[in-house]
Nanobody
Framework: QVHVVESGGGLVQPGGSLRLSCAAS????????MAWYRQAAGNQRDLVAS???????NYADSVKGRFTISRDNSKNTGYLQMNSLKPEDTAVYYC?????????????WGQGTQVTVSS
């Protein structure tokens, strides 16, 4: 079993910063892929940023230049540094982690962490 836990959300004023963390634990060989999604009320879940095992990063146009995704492989933890936050960034942020175990890949999701940008 693999557990994925997000943390770091909260209430921040426009222009502020937050750093989200995504910690994976359990029975797996390594993390193949990690991504952050967000879902605002009444909307679909959209990809925000992703990080492949090869080091390739990808960002949604709406967050380019403001958000940075990173990973600490020694801790099986990923991060999303969010700067210059805007009210439209308000959403529940979810971490998707794809791990490998016995050469197979498995996808897991965390429970989400709320980010609210408001004055």
């Amino acid at each position: 079993q693999v557990h994925v836990v997000e943390s770091g959300g909260g209430l921040v004023q426009p222009g502020g910063s937050l750093r989200l963390s995504c910690a994976a634990s359990g029975n797996f060989d390594n993390i193949y892929y990690m991504a952050w999604y967000r879902q605002a009320a009444g909307n679909q879940r959209d990809l925000v940023a992703s990080f492949t095992t090869g080091g390739t990063t990808n960002y949604a146009d709406s967050v380019k230049g403001r958000f940075t995704i990173s990973r600490d492989n020694s801790k099986n933890t990923g991060y999303l540094q969010m700067n210059s936050l805007k009210p439209e960034d308000t959403a529940v942020y979810y971490c998707q982690t794809i791990v490998t175990r016995f050469r197979q890949r498995y996808s897991y999701w965390g429970q989400g962490t709320q980010v609210t940008v408001s004055s």
